[in-house]
């Protein structure tokens, strides 16, 4: 059953509202180095900033809502990258690295895959299943590399230290891949139940 559009907005404040109160807190907070702390809370900014942008583009230009589900997925995995660092989750446990990329890119994924599922069936794109698919999965990689590249620059140019061991990134990209590919698979499977088609 959907959501009636005023609960979908109060729902998705909240839960942007939390990204907000989680900023103030990376920062005001002394719980690690500032260039990191400014680092992680830059993270939160441009997730919650990115999805209220994309949210209004893709409402004004093609009547598509992102509903609280998509901002759940998005906040979840800031948050669980925030509480690795003010836990040390990250130092503590070798595979809390790997969940938070894991989950990272699932919440990167439901949101592509939302997207552009909807603009196919309205018939702004025109794409297959598998098309589709490919499609979620190569461009949450491309995004999720540019996290990585940020890592680097931050480690190169600033105390960030957000960059572990020799195949960490190898190991992030690893995750991010099952990530997306979990996403789209359980969207195969939820269409294909309700039998809803797909160009």
Do not use: C
């Amino acid at each position: 059953m959907p959501v009636r559009k005023p609960l979908n907005k109060i729902l998705t404040a909240l839960f942007l509202l939390s990204l907000a109160v989680l900023i103030i807190i990376e920062l005001g907070v002394n719980y690690d180095v500032l260039d990191r702390r400014i680092a992680l809370s830059t993270t939160a900014l441009i997730s919650g900033g990115g999805f209220i942008l994309i949210n209004r583009i893709i409402k004004r230009k093609y009547q598509i809502i992102l509903p609280w589900y998509v901002a759940l997925a998005v906040v979840l995995g800031v948050w669980l990258d925030a509480m690795g660092n003010f836990y040390y989750f990250y130092s503590h446990y070798g595979w809390w690295d790997d969940f938070t990329h894991f989950v990272g890119s699932l919440s990167v994924a439901i949101m592509l895959l939302y997207i552009f599922y909807h603009l196919n069936m309205k018939g702004f794109i025109k794409l297959g299943r598998f098309s589709l698919n490919l499609f979620v999965v190569s461009l949450t990689m491309l995004l999720v590399s540019f996290y990585e590249i940020s890592e680097y620059l931050g480690d190169l140019l600033f105390n960030t230290h957000r960059i572990g061991e020799r195949f960490d990134t190898a190991s992030d990209l690893t995750y991010n891949l099952l990530g997306a590919l979990a996403v789209t698979l359980i969207g195969i499977l939820i269409t294909r139940r309700k039998k809803i088609r797909v160009l």
